[in-house]
C-alpha cells in the first residue's frame, strides 16, 4: 500500500467517523429541540389562557353594566384562540345559561378550565 | 412649592462679575489725558477671569478691553494682565494693574502713546490735588464670602450658592452644612430602586400608559421608579427641561404629553443632587382610522362564502354588523384584510363596518348592500362569466379544498417556494388559502352579560367571608397563648383571614419551652421523665394532646413547625426517619378506661434521590418532634373511621401509675411514606365517649452514602460517619457525644450505604472515611434542635481520573498513535530510501 492511499485511507476514516459522530449530534439536538419547542408551544397556550381569563374576570365577573358587543366580540376571539374544545363548549353553555343559578354553576365550571388550561 | 430645574448661574453684581463705580470711573495719562471707564455705551464688566467693554477718552476714542486677539485678563485675585486695544493709542499693557480688596485700581497701564495709565490718584501721592481713583464692584476672590469666592472651598465637586447645599446663601461662610457638616451620604447621587419582577435591572425609569405603544388621548399616566432617596423629580416633554419644576416624588402621576410622545424624567434627592435622565415615548395617535372596500362582488351564491376585501389602517381592528349579529377581522401590517362571512341565505343585506386602530381611535361607519342569490345550475355559473369582482374574488381567495393527499404537496412547494425567495422573488408560490370565517357574536347581549344576575352565589360566599375560625384552630389558640397573641396581632379572627398565614410557619414550643411552666418546671421537665414528674406539673401539661420523644422520656425536646391552610386546617411536616423508636404521651382530659392507637399508612412519599453538594445551613430536615399534634386539640368524637386495610400497626398506651399521662412505644415504619398516627381514648364517662386524634407523619428515608458512576449511585458499604460538634467554650470542633442520646458516633455504614443523626441545638460538621475514597468534611452548619441529620453523601474515589477513560477516549488514543505511527514509518522509510 503506497504512502499516499495509506493518508488517503486514513483521511476517509477520520471523516466518516466525524460524519457519524455530527450526525449522531444532529438528530440528538434535533430531539432536543422538538421537546423545547412543545414546551414553548405549551406556554403560548398557556399565556393565550391567561390572557382570556384576565379578560374574562375583568370585563365579565368585574362588569359594572352590561357587557358591550366590542369587548363580546374580544371575548369569543380569544376564546377560539385558545384552540380547546372543552373551554370552547364551557364558554357557550355559560353564554347560553337561561337561570341565574345555571349562570353560577357554568361560571365555576369554566374558571375551574381555564385554571387547569394555566396550570 | 414648585422650584425651578434649570437654574442659570445668576449674576450677582458687588462679587463675582462687576462693573464700574460712578462715582470712581475716571483714570489719568499725561499724554491723552482722562480716560472713562463708565460711559453709556462702554459697558464694561470685570469678572474672574477678565475685562471686557469700552473705555472712552475724548482725544483718542474707544479703547477696547477684549480686543479679538488679546484682551485684559484677571487672575481672580485681582491682578490684571493682557492688552487692550484703541485705534489711535495702540496696544495698552495692562500687567501693572491691580484690583484691591475695596475694588480700586491701582497701578500703571503703560502704551506706547499713551505712556503711562494711572488708575488712582494714590500712585503718585496726588490725591491732595487731583482727587482720581477707578473702583468696581468686583471683589478679588480672597475677598469675598466662602459661598461667593468661585472655588471648591470643601471639596465635594460643588462650587457656591446655590450648587452647594452647604451654602444658604451667597453670604453664607461655609460651603459644609453649618455646624456638624453634611452626612457623606449627602454628596451621593439618587440610589437606583431595587430590582423587581417589573424591573429586573433595577434602574431609574419613567413608563407611560404602563408600556402601550399607542395612545389617543394627550393626557397619559406615568410609573415612575425611583431609588429610596430620590425624594423630587422633574418631568419634561424637553430634553433639555424647558420650564420644567422640581415637584415630591410620586410613583404615579398623569402627564400631557405633546406630539412627539417622549416624557423625560430627573430624580432628586434631598440635596438637590440628580440622577441620569430617563424616558419612556408613546405614540400619540389621535387620528381616526379610515375604511374602505376593495373588493366586493355585485352578488354572491348562497351556496358560496361571502367574502370581501377592505383596506384601512395597518393591524386596525375592523367591527363588521350584519344579519343582526357582529363580527371581529383585523388587518394585516398593509392595512389591507379579507373577510369571510361566511354562506348566508338569500337575500339582501346590508353590512356596516368600522375599524378601530391600534390607539383606540374609532373610524366612520360604512355601509355595504350584500346581495345573496339563491343557488344556480352549474350552466348558468358558467355562463355569467361577466361578472368580473366575481372572478377576482374568486381567482384570489376561491382556491379549491386542498384534499390530504395534495396537503404534502402543497406544503412541500411552500416550503422551497420561502426557501429559493431571497434569490428568486418570483418563485412560483402555493395559491393563498381560503380566509377563515370572521367569528360572530349575536347583536343581543346574552343574559349572562347583562350585569343582572350575581355570577357567584352571594350566601355562600358571605358565608365563607364571615366565618369564623374552625374551632379546632380556636381550642389551639387557647392551649397555646403565644399562638392566640400571633393571632391577635397579624389580625386573624376569621376563615378568611387565613389567608395572611399562606407561606408562613408557625413556631409551637416543644413541652420543655412551654409558656405556661414556671422555670423551675421548666428545668425538671427538661431532666426528668414525664412519668417522673411532681403531679401539679403533669396536670398542666396539656389535654388531648399528643407528646412525642425518640429514644427514651429524657431525650432531645423540639419545636413544633405548623403550617395552616386556608380552610384551617393545620399541616405539619412532622419528618421521622425509618426505624426509629418514638414514645407517644397523652393526657385525657377526665378519667379514662383505655387508649389505644394505630398507625395507618396514607399514601407512599416520591423520594427524589438529590445529592446536595453542601449541606446548607439550617435546611436539615426536621427528625421528629416532642409535641406531635396534627390534629390533638381538635380531638373528634370516634364513629368507627378507621379504615382497617390501611393499619400497619396497632398499639396501646398504658398509664402504669396511674398518674393521667398513658405511654405507648412504637417504631416508625420502615418503609418511607405519609401515615397517620390515630389514638382513640376510650373515656369512662359515657357522655365523652370515644375521642379520636389523628396525627400526621412523614417518614423519611435514612442518608447514605454513595458514589457516582455513569450518572448511577453506588452505595459504599463500610463507609464511617461522623459528626463533630462546636464546643463554645473551647471554641474547637469534638466528637458529638452521641452515647448521651442512644445513638452511635460515629455511624459505619452497611451495604445500603445508610447512615443518621438526631442531635440538640448546636454548630456541627460531618466526616466521612471509606477505604479508597477520598475524605469528605461538609461545612460547618448550625441546627435548631429537632432536626435530623440524613443527608446523602457522595464520595469521590481516589482514581477519578481514571474514570474518565472509556472506550472513546481509548479509540481517539489509538487512531492517534496509529497515524503518528505511520507519519514516523514513512519519514524512515523516506531516509532510508533517499
Given at each position: 500500500m503506497s504512502k499516499q492511499t495509506k493518508i488517503l485511507s486514513i483521511v476517509i476514516i477520520v471523516l466518516i467517523a466525524s460524519n457519524i459522530f455530527f450526525a449522531a449530534k444532529y438528530f440528538l439536538l434535533r430531539e432536543e429541540f422538538n421537546q423545547v419547542k412543545a414546551i414553548a408551544n405549551a406556554k403560548n397556550t398557556n399565556e393565550k389562557a391567561l390572557n382570556f381569563t384576565k379578560l374574562f374576570v375583568a370585563e365579565v365577573l368585574k362588569a359594572d353594566g352590561e357587557v358591550d358587543f366590542e369587548t363580546r366580540l374580544k371575548l369569543e376571539n380569544a376564546v377560539r384562540e385558545l384552540n380547546n374544545d372543552e373551554i370552547l363548549s364551557q364558554w357557550q353553555k355559560f353564554i347560553e345559561s337561561e337561570t341565574e343559578e345555571d349562570a353560577q354553576v357554568e361560571v365555576k365550571n369554566l374558571l375551574e378550565m381555564l385554571i387547569k388550561e394555566i396550570e | 412649592m414648585t422650584v425651578m430645574i434649570i437654574v442659570a448661574i445668576p449674576v450677582f453684581a458687588s462679587s463675582t462679575s462687576g462693573i464700574i463705580d460712578n462715582n470712581h470711573k475716571y483714570a489719568w495719562s499725561e499724554n491723552v489725558g482722562w480716560i472713562n471707564f463708565k460711559t453709556d455705551n462702554g459697558n464694561i464688566s470685570i469678572t474672574d477671569s477678565e475685562l471686557s467693554g469700552y473705555a472712552w477718552s475724548s482725544g483718542y476714542g474707544w479703547i477696547n478691553l477684549s480686543p479679538p486677539t488679546s484682551g485684559v485678563n484677571n487672575d481672580g485675585s485681582g491682578n490684571l494682565s493682557g492688552y487692550a486695544w484703541g485705534e489711535n493709542v495702540g496696544w495698552i499693557d495692562f500687567s501693572g494693574v491691580a484690583i484691591n480688596s475695596d475694588g480700586y485700581f491701582s497701578g500703571y497701564a503703560n502704551s506706547v502713546i499713551a505712556g503711562q495709565i494711572s488708575f488712582n490718584c494714590s500712585n503718585t501721592d496726588s490725591c491732595a490735588n487731583s482727587d482720581f481713583k477707578l473702583r468696581t464692584d468686583w471683589r478679588p476672590r480672597e475677598e469675598r464670602p466662602i459661598c461667593n469666592n468661585a472655588t471648591d472651598d470643601d471639596n465635594d465637586g460643588l462650587t457656591d450658592y446655590p450648587a452647594d447645599p452647604g451654602c444658604s446663601s451667597l453670604d453664607d461662610e461655609d460651603e459644609t452644612d453649618p455646624g456638624s457638616g453634611l452626612p457623606p451620604s449627602a454628596y451621593n447621587s439618587p440610589l437606583s430602586p431595587p430590582p423587581s419582577s417589573n424591573n429586573p435591572g433595577g434602574v431609574f425609569s419613567v413608563v407611560i400608559n404602563?408600556?402601550?405603544?399607542?395612545?389617543?388621548?394627550?393626557t397619559v399616566l406615568l410609573k415612575l421608579t425611583a431609588g429610596e432617596n430620590t425624594a423630587r423629580m422633574a418631568i419634561s416633554n424637553s430634553i433639555k427641561f424647558v420650564n420644567a419644576s422640581q415637584i415630591p416624588f410620586q410613583e404615579n402621576m398623569e402627564w400631557e404629553i405633546n406630539n412627539s410622545g417622549i416624557v423625560y424624567a430627573r430624580f432628586y434627592t434631598k440635596y438637590g443632587y440628580k440622577s441620569q435622565t430617563v424616558s419612556d415615548s408613546i405614540i400619540l395617535d389621535n387620528i381616526a382610522p379610515k375604511i374602505k372596500i376593495t373588493g366586493i362582488k355585485d352578488y354572491y351564491d348562497s351556496a358560496e362564502d361571502v367574502i370581501l376585501i377592505a383596506k384601512t389602517e395597518a393591524n386596525a381592528e375592523v367591527v363588521l354588523y350584519w344579519d343582526e349579529k357582529y363580527g371581529l377581522a383585523y388587518a394585516d401590517g398593509q392595512g389591507e384584510l379579507i373577510m369571510n362571512l361566511g354562506k348566508m341565505p338569500a337575500g339582501d343585506y346590508r353590512l356596516e363596518l368600522f375599524s378601530i386602530d391600534l390607539a383606540g381611535n374609532k373610524g366612520d361607519v360604512l355601509f355595504a348592500n350584500l346581495i345573496i342569490k339563491k343557488v344556480k345550475k352549474t350552466k348558468e355559473i358558467s355562463e355569467n362569466q361577466e361578472n368580473k369582482p366575481i372572478e377576482q374574488v374568486q381567482q384570489k381567495f376561491y382556491e379549491p379544498i386542498i384534499s390530504p393527499k395534495n396537503k404534502f404537496s402543497e406544503e412541500l412547494i411552500e416550503k422551497i417556494s420561502k426557501f429559493f425567495e431571497p434569490v428568486f422573488p418570483k418563485f412560483p408560490k402555493s395559491k393563498p388559502k381560503k380566509p377563515k370565517e370572521i367569528i360572530t357574536i349575536p347583536k343581543k347581549t346574552p343574559l349572562v352579560m347583562r350585569n343582572q344576575w350575581n355570577l357567584f352565589p352571594q350566601e355562600q360566599i358571605n358565608e365563607f367571608v364571615l366565618a369564623p375560625l374552625p374551632k379546632g384552630l380556636k381550642r389551639l389558640a387557647k392551649k397555646f397563648p403565644k399562638l392566640q397573641e400571633t393571632f391577635d396581632k397579624v389580625g386573624i379572627d376569621k376563615i378568611t383571614d387565613l389567608k395572611k398565614l399562606r407561606n408562613s410557619e408557625l413556631s409551637l414550643p416543644g413541652l420543655s419551652k412551654y409558656s405556661l411552666f414556671s422555670k423551675k418546671e421548666l428545668a425538671l421537665l427538661k431532666n426528668i421523665p414525664l412519668s417522673k414528674l411532681p403531679s401539679e406539673i403533669k396536670n398542666k401539661i396539656p389535654s388531648e394532646m399528643i407528646f412525642a420523644r425518640i429514644g427514651d422520656e429524657k431525650s432531645i425536646d423540639f419545636d413544633i413547625k405548623l403550617n395552616i391552610s386556608d380552610q384551617g386546617k393545620i399541616q405539619q411536616r412532622i419528618n421521622a426517619i425509618s426505624g426509629q423508636k418514638l414514645i407517644l404521651t397523652v393526657r385525657p382530659e377526665r378519667k379514662a378506661k383505655s387508649v389505644y392507637g394505630y398507625l395507618a399508612f396514607t399514601e407512599r412519599k416520591n423520594q427524589k434521590f438529590s445529592f446536595q453538594n453542601e449541606i446548607p445551613k439550617n435546611k436539615f430536615c426536621n427528625l421528629f418532634n416532642s409535641i406531635i399534634f396534627a390534629k390533638p386539640v381538635f380531638a373528634e368524637n370516634y364513629a368507627n373511621e378507621v379504615e382497617e386495610e390501611f393499619i400497619s400497626q396497632k398499639f396501646s398506651y398504658a398509664d402504669k401509675d396511674n398518674d393521667g399521662l398513658w405511654i405507648a412505644e412504637i417504631v416508625a415504619p420502615i418503609v418511607e411514606g405519609e401515615y397517620e398516627v390515630i389514638t382513640l381514648i376510650e373515656y369512662e364517662d359515657p357522655d365523652l365517649g370515644t375521642r379520636m386524634i389523628r396525627l400526621t407523619t412523614i417518614v423519611d428515608p435514612e442518608g447514605y452514602v454513595y458514589e457516582m458512576i455513569k450518572d448511577q449511585e453506588l452505595r459504599i458499604r463500610n463507609a464511617t460517619v461522623s459528626i463533630y460538634q462546636l464546643n463554645s467554650e473551647s471554641d474547637e470542633y469534638e466528637l458529638w457525644q452521641a452515647d448521651n442520646y442512644r445513638q452511635k458516633n460515629p455511624q459505619t455504614t452497611d451495604a445500603t450505604g445508610r447512615y443518621s443523626f438526631l442531635v440538640p441545638e448546636g454548630t456541627y460538621y460531618l466526616a466521612v472515611e471509606a477505604a479508597d475514597y477520598s475524605f469528605y468534611q461538609s461545612e460547618p452548619f448550625t441546627i435548631q434542635e429537632g432536626f435530623g441529620i440524613h443527608q446523602n453523601i457522595k464520595l469521590k474515589s481516589k482514581n477519578a481520573w481514571l474514570k474518565i477513560i472509556d472506550w472513546k477516549v481509548i479509540a481517539i488514543l489509538l487512531l492517534f498513535v496509529l497515524v503518528v505511527w505511520n507519519f514516523w514509518r514513512d519519514k524512515k522509510r523516506s531516509f532510508h530510501n533517499s
Open positions: - | 404602563n408600556n402601550d405603544e399607542y395612545t389617543n388621548n394627550k
